[in-house]
């Protein structure tokens, strides 16, 4: 079986890869990965053959200039597509689908999967027919999280948690407090992009000897200078990080920081990675209010729930924070991961019956 990961985006942006690669890996299925390289860097990973399109894209660039520079990409997998004609494709993102939509409706009914990560446009009726004639023609689709189900067409999607073993196994939970002298590090890890959200918690927290603001990742740059131009100490960043520096960066963390603002679609529906994370460390998560996230971590328990208007946010959390009943706190998180990890177990189990047994019925 000759198997292609196709994904518009670095291989350190997949995080959930690695359920799809250990599974291929641990069945000796060679597989080839095609996809766009924006950081001009050699990625770690077992593909049989790596095809890598380098692309340099700026955030102001027009919609139009950055369609073209994409073009390019669409054409340089579909000639490596055509020339191996793959059993099996593995689509990475509705964006990626998408761009090669007439490809896969053409030459790959039923011989690709599509992995959806994202809201995607699906409110335009364009994307959403495009989708649902994608997502029917697919052997199957993925979901990270069943929030996607406000936007996505009706259908019987496989979820799939953004929990990534490979990266977090060497994490050691840090479930006890910090002391009440001691500053507590809340911790963004990732690309950080959402300037808005971030420096409205730099001017909430800002200089408040209680807290470290943490911001790690590509594009934490104009957080440090925003920090410097306003006289703010207690922000600390650092620029893009190789995969596995992950469980080293995250060990410096007290709470992690997941506020990427509300009142948008893709906010609103999405689990990120960074619920993982808090199940994983056994710590804090900040999540914004009347998201889908938020419900999941008033559920369980395990996140503070921060209003938009950050009214009362340093006292109110630095309170909630230190009358925690930890031992409460460990046991959920515990409980919690156990039920992720049971899940994307099943998952496996589901590739199997499609790439070993090939008894997949969708009905």
């Known amino acids: 079986m000759k198997v292609c990961i196709l994904s518009i985006m670095n291989i350190r942006h997949m995080s959930l890869i690695s359920l799809y690669t250990n599974f291929l890996e641990s069945h000796d299925i060679d597989y080839d990965i095609i996809y766009i390289d924006k950081y001009q860097e050699d990625e770690k990973i077992n593909a049989k053959n790596v095809y890598k399109y380098s692309l340099y894209v700026q955030r102001n660039w027009g919609f139009i200039r950055k ?17 191996h004609d793959y059993d099996h494709i593995v689509v990475w993102r509705s964006e990626t689908a998408l761009m090669f939509l007439d ?31 994608l997502i029917k023609n697919s052997l199957f689709t993925t979901i990270s999280s069943e929030g996607f189900k406000r936007f996505l067409p009706p259908y019987k ?18 479930y006890t407090k910090v002391k009440e002298n001691e500053p507590i590090k809340i911790c963004f890890i990732g690309y950080v992009r959402f300037y808005e959200e971030d420096k409205k918690l730099i001017d909430t927290l800002g200089n408040d000897n209680r807290f470290i603001l943490q911001f790690f990742g590509s594009g934490s740059d104009e957080l440090k200078n ?20 992950t469980p080293h ?28 994370y808090t199940l994983k460390m056994q710590i804090p998560i900040l999540v914004n209010e009347n998201t889908y996230i938020s419900h999941i971590a008033q559920k369980t328990d395990v996140g503070f729930i921060v209003k938009n208007n950050h009214e009362n946010l340093a ?8 009358n925690r009943d ?16 049971e899940k994307n ?19």
């Open 315 to 322: 006292d109110d959390f630095y309170n909630w924070y230190h």
């Open 67 to 83: 369609l073209y520079a994409y073009w390019g990409f669409r054409n340089f997998a579909k000639s490596k597509l055509r020339e």
């Open 103 to 133: 490809f896969l409706l053409k030459n790959k009914k039923k011989k690709y999967n599509i992995n959806v990560r994202d809201y995607c446009k699906e409110k335009n009726l364009f994307v959403y027919y495009a989708m649902a004639k």
């Open 157 to 174: 999607y496989v979820l799939v948690h953004s929990y990534n073993n490979n990266v977090l196994k060497e994490i050691r939970p840090n």
């Open 226 to 245: 925003y920090a410097y131009e306003k006289g703010i100490k207690n922000v600390i960043t650092k620029k893009a990080f190789k995969v596995e520096e």
């Open 345 to 363: 177990k099943e998952f496996n189990e589901f590739l199997e019956t499609i790439f070993i047994k090939g008894k997949y019925n969708e009905d």
């Open 326 to 341: 930890l031992e409460r706190f460990k046991n959920r998180c515990q409980r919690e991961l156990e039920k992720v990890e």
């Open 249 to 276: 960066l995250l060990q410096k963390a007290d709470v992690i920081n997941n506020l990427y603002g509300n009142g948008n679609i893709a906010l609103d529906t999405a689990i990120s990675i960074k619920y993982y």
